[in-house]
């Protein structure tokens, strides 16, 4: 079965630290994968993806990803974090073969960055 | 350029009444994307549907639940005789009639509770 697996429910970070959200993944074929974020009562934003190519992908607001197929993960990273970054991250991956919207998601992961 | 609009934002049900949700897309944007969002949950798939033509429905429960996205107007999303499982937040997005999903926007989404 086709899933995506965030397994932080909450990563805490220092503002100017580095972090790091988990993304790991399991799908039959080729995977597309996606992270998105929510701040508080918004509608999710696209932060980057990847199709093919580079294993590193680079996004929005200085995020990037790092696509590693023998450990199934896609796992989210900012150099310096910001206050501002606080929020929901979702991950997700879509089956090529599926229909263009049928993205699964992970649960989310809350980041929180203290000054 | 408005977003994707998503009315009523909060809607509250007695069960066995029936809700209807609904979705503006973006301007220009011809494919709509219904999911779901149970508490503690990531967002779960439902349907996508372009003008007229419902595309992939496999996320769509078998009873009660059915959508539309007619010609002109909004998409629906319909509940019959709701239940309290039913509660939840409904999310929809829309992409243009070109290029890969990851276009997609969000809407802020509704949140649907079931009394």
């Known amino acids: 079965a086709q899933s995506v697996a965030q397994p932080e429910d909450q990563v805490n970070v220092a503002e100017g630290n580095p972090l790091t959200v988990k993304c790991t993944y399991s799908v039959s074929g080729n995977p597309y994968l996606f992270w998105y974020v929510q701040y508080p009562n918004r509608g999710l934003q696209f932060l980057l993806k990847?199709?093919?190519?580079?294993?590193l992908v680079k996004g929005s607001y200085g995020f990037e990803a790092e696509f590693n197929k023998s450990q199934t993960s896609f796992h989210l990273k900012k150099p310096s974090a910001l206050v501002s970054d606080s929020a929901l991250y979702f991950c997700?991956?879509?089956?090529?073969?599926?229909?263009?919207?049928?993205?699964?998601f992970g649960k989310g992961t809350k980041l929180s960055v203290k000054p | 350029n408005a977003g994707v609009m998503q009315n009523p934002r909060h809607l509250v049900r007695r069960r066995g009444q029936e809700a209807r949700l609904r979705c503006s897309p973006m301007?220009?944007?011809?494919?709509v994307y219904w999911y779901r969002q149970l508490p503690e949950e990531g967002l779960k798939f439902m349907v996508y549907?372009?003008?007229?033509?419902?595309?992939?429905e496999s996320g769509m429960p078998k009873e009660r639940f059915s959508a539309e996205f007619p010609k002109e107007g909004p998409s629906i999303l319909r509940i019959q005789q709701v239940v309290r499982g039913d509660s939840a937040a409904y999310f929809c997005a829309s992409s243009p009639p070109t290029g890969e999903f990851t276009e997609a926007f969000f809407g802020q989404g509704t949140r649907l509770t079931v009394v």
């Open positions: 301007k220009g944007h011809s494919h």
């Open positions: 997700a991956v879509r089956d090529k073969r599926g229909s263009q919207g049928n993205l699964i």
């Open positions: 549907l372009q003008k007229e033509n419902i595309i992939d």
């Open positions: 990847y199709i093919t190519g580079d294993n």
